[in-house]
């Protein structure tokens, strides 16, 4: 074989290694793709939530192909999987806080009171789980019935959330008109290169 032709195959097999390589932010790892719930899902971007300054938690987002637009994103029904790891010590009761402040944000008084259920079995499911250590995995997925999944460091806390409107309205808390970190708001808008 050329010498040519054996650089050329090497360099585009590194070049699909690195294609392949997961993404870090603040420290974490996020893979390029991941299989939940038997389907394989895309990241589709990762960033950091800062808040005075300090960084708070590593995000990213993955959905079954990748979109740039928010709006899409929000419409679209099928998996996804929302990925955050604490960077710094939380007690779960500000996270949810937190989460309940994006809502509130992000929808108005009619649009909450009809996520008042769902939003309420998340909160709960979420301050029983008591303080978050920096590395802890909190993974909110939606499930191919529209359904919401909480899953603390691989074990699924309360039980599934029917309401097929509350993961778009956890979505815009990040990727809504008033989004929680406008910076953050991009890097999930843009698919890793």
């Known amino acids: 074989?050329?010498?040519?032709?054996?650089?050329?195959?090497?360099?585009?097999?590194?070049?699909?290694?690195?294609?392949?390589?997961?993404?870090?932010?603040?420290?974490?790892?996020?893979?390029?793709?991941?299989?939940?719930?038997?389907?394989?899902?895309?990241?589709?971007?990762?960033?950091?939530?800062?808040?005075?300054?300090?960084?708070?938690?590593?995000?990213?987002?993955?959905?079954r192909a990748p979109l740039a637009d928010a709006a899409a994103i929000l419409g679209d029904k099928g998996a996804k999987r929302i990925r955050i790891v604490p960077i710094r010590d939380l007690e779960a009761r500000q996270f949810s806080d937190a989460l309940l402040a994006g809502l509130e944000k992000n929808h108005d008084a009619a649009q909450l009171e009809a996520l008042r259920p769902a939003t309420t079995a998340l909160l709960e499911s979420l301050n029983a789980v008591g303080a978050v250590k920096p590395g802890t995995e909190i993974l909110l997925d939606q499930l191919a019935s529209g359904a919401t999944r909480l899953i603390v460091d691989g074990q699924q806390r309360g039980a599934d959330i029917a309401d097929v409107d509350f993961y778009p309205a956890l979505l815009r808390i990040w990727l809504g008109s008033r989004p929680a970190d406008h910076d953050l708001r991009n890097a999930l808008l843009r698919q890793p290169e």
């Open 1 to 63: 074989m050329p010498r040519f032709l054996r650089t050329l195959i090497a360099a585009a097999l590194l070049s699909a290694s690195l294609a392949q390589a997961a993404v870090q932010v603040g420290g974490v790892d996020f893979e390029p793709s991941l299989s939940v719930h038997k389907r394989t899902l895309t990241l589709n971007g990762a960033g950091l939530r800062t808040r005075v300054g300090f960084k708070v938690y590593a995000m990213g987002l993955y959905l």
